[in-house]
């Protein structure tokens, strides 16, 4: 038998601080909480012409062979097209990663710490397994906590204007 090899145009590695981090590929649960809120917020923007939002896997590249990630959403405001190019290169103005049991550490505080200090505006931490979004916003280039809602509420983004999402949506099935 004839073994089929294909070529991918993306794969999920990162590069964090240096480092080749590579990642399987996400559960079901996952894909299903990225694309309900990739609707939600892909409709706001589109409705407003506010930018782009795009979904994983897409580089970031904040610094060539230093750090280049893969948030699971990303947006970019209009004004700040120039950066999409191939790939994303430069600071995009919100991303969003949703937290796995094997990627919390990398996503709260590696990945949260790249974020800060390249200077992304908004940051959001979804986390299925408590069924919590939190969002953070960049003050005197530290992030500080906006908003947070957990099974219940609406959260409310400072960098898309007048997105404002209630988080039943986002973790229904």
Same mark, same amino acid.
């Given at each position: 038998?004839?073994?089929?090899?294909?070529?991918?145009?993306?794969?999920?590695?990162?590069?964090?601080?240096?480092?080749?981090?590579?990642?399987?590929?996400?559960?079901?649960?996952?894909?299903?909480?990225?694309?309900?809120?990739?609707?939600?917020?892909?409709?706001?923007?589109? &409705?407003?012409? *506010?930018?782009?939002?795009?979904?994983?896997?897409?580089?970031?590249?904040?610094?060539?062979?230093?750090?280049?990630?893969?948030?699971?959403?990303?947006?970019?405001?209009?004004?700040? &097209?120039?950066?999409?190019?191939?790939?994303?290169?430069?600071?995009?103005?919100?991303?969003?990663?949703?937290?796995?049991?094997?990627?919390?550490?990398?996503?709260?505080?590696? /990945?949260?710490?790249?974020?800060?200090?390249?200077?992304?505006?908004?940051?959001?931490? #979804?986390?299925?397994?408590?069924?919590?979004?939190?969002?953070?916003?960049?003050?005197?280039? /530290?992030? /500080? *906590?906006?908003?947070?809602?957990?099974?219940?509420? #609406?959260?409310?983004?400072? #960098?898309?204007?007048? *997105?404002? #999402?209630?988080? /039943?949506?986002?973790?229904?099935?």
């Amino acid at each position: 038998m004839e073994t089929l090899t294909i070529e991918r145009d993306f794969d999920l590695t990162e590069i964090i601080n240096g480092e080749e981090v590579v990642s399987p590929s996400p559960f079901t649960k996952h894909q299903r909480i990225i694309s309900n809120l990739f609707r939600i917020i892909d409709r706001h923007v589109e &409705a407003n012409k *506010l930018g782009k939002v795009y979904l994983s896997p897409l580089d970031v590249i904040f610094e060539e062979g230093v750090n280049r990630l893969q948030p699971d959403i990303l947006f970019i405001r209009k004004e700040n &097209a120039a950066i999409e190019q191939d790939w994303i290169r430069g600071v995009p103005d919100m991303v969003c990663e949703i937290v796995s049991p094997s990627s919390y550490e990398y996503d709260t505080e590696v /990945k949260k710490a790249v974020y800060e200090k390249y200077g992304v505006p908004e940051y959001w931490i #979804v986390m299925p397994e408590v069924k919590t979004i939190e969002i953070f916003i960049l003050e005197t280039n /530290k992030y /500080k *906590l906006l908003t947070v809602a957990a099974f219940d509420g #609406v959260i409310t983004s400072k #960098v898309i204007d007048g *997105l404002q #999402v209630n988080i /039943k949506d986002v973790f229904e099935d």
